[in-house]
Structure formats: structure tokens, C-alpha cells
């Protein structure tokens, strides 16, 4: 999709439509609103006066121009309340806005930057929302397909007033690219199906992202993690005929200043079977999206490696697949990960910790202080919070509130969970330092601590984004499937702990 700007008045824009937003309970028509309506000669202002515009949010309405303005059509986008109009507000309109054209069969319009001048929002982050909210509601998985159904939308001319806000517009246009582009990575590796997006095609996609930005990648093999004790990691390989990789992305933002370090690390089960443990058909069916936090890692190194935050940033996944051969691990095995600790295996599908227990302890190794896991960890969390927000836990108040914080700057919603010590009795083992599953109760909680055991001091923060990673119902930026979570967190992350 291309993105251009143009200045002047939006009505004398000639393009197939143009976009227009309308604040709820509005009475006076302001802005570009105000003059397209004056060049309908207020039809916009008729339609609100028979309260067929009203302005909510999401509300798309469709006039025909016939020949009063350049273009064709003209849309009426609704952005709410006033006082409730947020970023995510334009996101998601601008995600609706450009399905509802493409189903048109509109491959160009010019849109108003929507929101700009609202209390509190700049031109740059409306900008940079539009960006995204296009690129990511209008994203599609069809790779797959014999044949495509609707042309894409190729070009969005963004429409501003004078040319004193070009720069400003410009700097929102290329950070909303740079963060799509993450998102829709991320949600194009989860999307693929496990016969494609085996462990070798994840370190593959990592190396798309190593060459494109000139950041590091080291693969390890199996050999190689055999030789640095990762056991832990090993024994879910071991089921399956696919090799398993330890992929590790390397920004060095600020080279000179090593303490200044965050690792993202990701669960990267390619699928997940359950392994001996077998799952029911029905519940491993969504199972090749259980590396999705291994693919949001992927994502956000390669926007993080662009936007160039003073920080250095390693991203870490392990990734196999957890499949039950003939050399499967067996539950009441014992391995030991990386840092000599062992592990009785009480279920085999409890295996996002245990591939975690080895990417954490290897930042530890990396001298990293500041960790963040994210992994589609536990159906518990799905019973607990649904879709509308990941599980948060922690060992560190203040290191969870700045994860938190930078989930909410970018709208992904993260809901902290809590992590008492008495949890930890739960898995205790009788033959080993600590059990992979903690009985009934706590599941999220019971699967953060077993991971937290590898954190040794270091700040540490666990996302549990099994009900967040996928959506079965089209809305606002985000189509059926994967959604990207939460890439635009990480990002967001990183550059807040920006030394500059
Ligand atoms: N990948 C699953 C968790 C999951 C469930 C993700 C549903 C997305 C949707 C994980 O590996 C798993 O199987 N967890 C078990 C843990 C249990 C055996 C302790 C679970 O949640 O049932
Ligand atoms: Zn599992
Ligand atoms: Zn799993």
C-alpha cells in the first residue's frame, strides 16, 4: 500500500472517494467535513438533521458525489464521543474505513488524518494510527489461495491542511508503516500452516528480518544447545522430526552502554500436539499458532531495528515442535535445563514453559537484567480474561507497570495476575527441583511462576496471550486470525526504555 500527501482543501482532491470523520452530536460542520458538506450543498448536514448520521463509533456512511466534487464517492466515518476519541479510536476506523472501500471495489482513495486537533491528539500519532489502521485492517492471508476475491487497495492519500504539517505527517506515516509491516510479519507467520512454518521456517523468516535491517542473527542447533545443557528445551524437540532452533535477533542500540539491555523472548511451538499428553481434536486444531509469541519477538526486532530506540534489544525463540514419536518424552521424564535446574515432566503438553525455562535462562547468560516472555501459554488465561486482554505477571512491580504502561500507550490491553509465593507449592516435585504442571487451580499463574524459576534475579515479566493472539470475528484493525499481539507493545516498550 502506497501512502502519499497532499495540502489544500480535500474537496477539490480528485480520487475515487475521499474519507471524511464526524465526531458524535456534532452540530456545526468544522474542518473537511464542513467543506465537503458545503460542497453537497449540506447533504451531510441534511442526513444528520434526519439522524441518519449520527456519528458513532464506526459508523460508515456512503454519498454519491454526482458531480458536485472531483471525486466520486464520499465517506462519512464516525469517530464517537468527543471526549472519548483516542488513538485507537482512528486505528479502528481507519481499519473499517478501508475494508468497506475495497468491498467497493475502490483501489485509491484520500482520507482526512482523523482525530487531529481532538483534546490531547497530535498530527503525528493520528497520522501514524491511519497508517496503521489501513495496513493492518485491510491485511489478508491469502497466499494459500487459487484465487484472490477483491483487488487490494494499492494507494491512501492523506489529506492536510497546509504544508507546515507535512513533516509532522511524514514522520507518523513512516513509523505506522514500519509498526504494520511488524505486526502483519508476525500475523503471517502465525497464520501459516505447520507444515510450513516449521521451526527451520521461523529461523528462515528471522534471517529475512537480519537482512532487511543488518541486525544479528545466531541459529543454534540441536547440537549446539545440546552442548549448552539446554535439556529443558530438548526434551519437547525430541518427539518430533523437525530439528529445532534457538533463534536469537541482536539490536545493539547502544552499544556503549551494555547495561542498558532488554530480551524479548517467545514461545515458538510450531505446533503443539500435546506430545504423549495428545490433546483432544477439537482443542489442538488452533495448535499451529503457538508460536506466536515467538513470532511477535520476529516482528517487533525488525520494526525495533528501524525505529532505532537508544537500547539494546535481543530477541530470543525457541522454537520446536511438540509432536508424540517414537522418542517422545514421556510424563514423569525429569530433564534439566540450561542452569542445572531439573524438571519432572507431569504433562507433556505443559511445554511453552519448558522451551521458556531455556530461552530465559539463556538471556541470563547473555548478562540480560531486563526480560519479557511472550507466550500462548495457558487456556487458563482464556477462562480467565478472554480475548480482550492478555495475562500479565511479574517479579518486579515497577518492571510489570512499564510493560503495562507500554501496552496502553499502543492499545493492547494487559491485565496483571497474581503471583503469591504459596502458588509455588503447587509445583513442587517429589523426585525433582520443581514439576512443568502445578494440579488444579492457577493454571496462568501456576505457568508464569514455573517460568519465573528461570529469571534468577533479573526483572522479569511474563505475557500469557492465548486468548489475544487470534480473533474469530472481523473488527475495526484486526481481520479473522492473527492478530500481531502484541507486537505493538514490545515496540513500544523499547523505545520507552530509550536512553535518549
Ligand atoms: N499451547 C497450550 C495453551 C493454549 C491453549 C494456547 C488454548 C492457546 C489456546 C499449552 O501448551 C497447553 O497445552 N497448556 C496446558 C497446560 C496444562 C497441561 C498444565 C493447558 O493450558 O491446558
Ligand atoms: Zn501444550
Ligand atoms: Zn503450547
Excluded at 475502490?106 to 493520528?126: D, K, P
Excluded at 489478508?140 to 476475491?149: A, G, I, L, M, T
Aim: hydrophobic letters at 40%; proline letters at 3%; charged letters at 20%.
Amino acid at each position: 500500500m502506497e501512502f502519499s500527501l497532499v495540502t489544500g482543501d480535500i474537496t477539490q482532491h480528485d480520487s475515487p472517494a475521499i474519507v471524511v470523520g464526524i465526531m458524535q452530536g456534532v452540530t456545526e460542520l468544522t474542518g473537511a467535513v464542513g467543506k465537503v458538506d458545503l460542497a453537497l450543498d449540506g447533504a451531510i448536514a441534511s442526513l444528520i438533521e434526519d439522524g441518519e448520521i449520527k456519528g458513532k463509533r464506526g459508523e460508515i456512511t456512503l454519498l454519491h458525489t454526482l458531480g458536485k466534487l472531483q471525486a466520486k464517492r464520499v465517506v462519512v466515518a464516525g469517530l464517537g464521543d468527543a471526549d472519548s476519541v483516542s488513538i485507537n479510536t482512528v486505528r479502528a476506523l481507519a481499519g473499517s474505513v478501508g475494508r468497506f472501500l475495497r468491498s467497493k471495489g475502490v483501489t485509491n482513495y484520500a482520507s482526512a488524518i482523523h482525530g487531529a486537533g481532538a483534546e490531547g491528539l497530535g498530527i503525528t500519532e493520528c497520522a501514524q494510527a491511519l497508517v496503521e489502521g489501513a495496513e493492518l485492517g485491510m491485511y489478508r492471508f491469502d497466499k494459500h489461495k487459487s484465487e484472490q476475491n477483491s483487488p487490494q487497495v494499492e494507494s491512501i492519500t492523506l489529506a492536510v491542511d497546509d504544508d507546515s504539517q507535512t513533516e509532522e505527517v511524514e514522520t507518523g506515516v513512516n513509523r505506522g508503516r514500519i509498526i504494520a509491516d511488524a505486526v502483519n510479519l508476525c500475523r503471517s507467520m502465525a497464520n501459516e500452516p505447520p507444515n510450513f512454518m516449521t521451526p527451520t521456517a521461523m529461523a528462515e523468516d528471522a534471517l529475512g528480518v537480519a537482512t532487511s535491517t543488518g541486525i544479528e542473527l545466531e541459529v543454534l542447533d540441536r547440537p549446539q544447545m545440546t552442548e549448552l545443557g539446554m535439556g529443558a528445551l530438548l526434551g519437547v524437540a525430541q518427539g518430533s522430526s523437525e530439528p529445532p532452533k534457538l533463534i536469537t535477533l541482536r539490536y545493539n542500540g547502544d552499544p556503549d552502554n551494555e547495561e542498558n539491555n532488554l530480551a524479548i523472548v517467545g514461545k515458538g511451538i510450531t505446533f503443539d500436539s500435546g506430545g504423549l499428553d495428545l490433546k483432544s481434536a477439537a482443542g489442538m486444531l488452533e495448535m499451529k499458532s503457538d508460536m506466536a509469541g515467538g513470532a511477535s519477538i520476529i516482528g517487533a526486532m525488525k520494526a525495533i531495528a528501524q525505529l532505532k530506540p537508544t537500547i539494546n534489544v535481543v530477541g530470543i525463540v525457541p522454537a520446536t515442535e511438540n509432536m508424540p514419536g517414537g522418542k517422545a518424552q514421556r510424563p514423569s521424564d525429569v530433564v534439566t535445563a540450561m542452569n542445572g535446574k531439573t524438571i519432572e515432566i507431569g504433562n507433556t503438553d505443559a511445554e511453552g514453559r519448558l522451551v521458556l525455562a531455556d530461552g530465559v535462562a539463556y538471556a541470563r547468560s547473555l548478562g540480560i537484567t531486563k526480560i519479557v516472555d511472550v507466550a500462548t501459554l495457558t487456556g487458563a488465561v482464556v477462562v480467565a480474561l478472554g480475548n480482550l486482554a492478555s495475562g500479565i505477571f511479574g517479579n518486579d512491580q515497577t518492571w510489570i507497570d512499564t510493560v503495562i504502561q507500554a501496552g496502553e500507550d499502543v492499545g493492547e490491553r494487559l491485565w496483571q495476575l497474581p503471583t503469591f509465593d504459596e502458588y509455588k507449592d503447587q509445583y513442587k516435585s517429589d523426585i525433582a527441583d520443581i514439576n512443568n504442571t502445578g494440579g488444579r487451580g492457577a493454571g496462568a499463574t501456576i505457568g508464569a511462576l514455573i517460568i519465573g524459576e528461570f529469571a534468577d534475579g533479573a526483572q522479569w515479566a511474563h505475557l500469557d496471550i492465548a486468548g489475544t493472539n487470534r480473533t474469530s470475528k472481523v473488527d475495526g484493525f484486526n481481520p479473522k486470525g492473527a492478530t500481531g499481539a502484541p507486537v505493538r507493545t514490545l515496540v513500544a516498550l523499547a523505545e520507552s526504555l530509550s536512553a535518549e
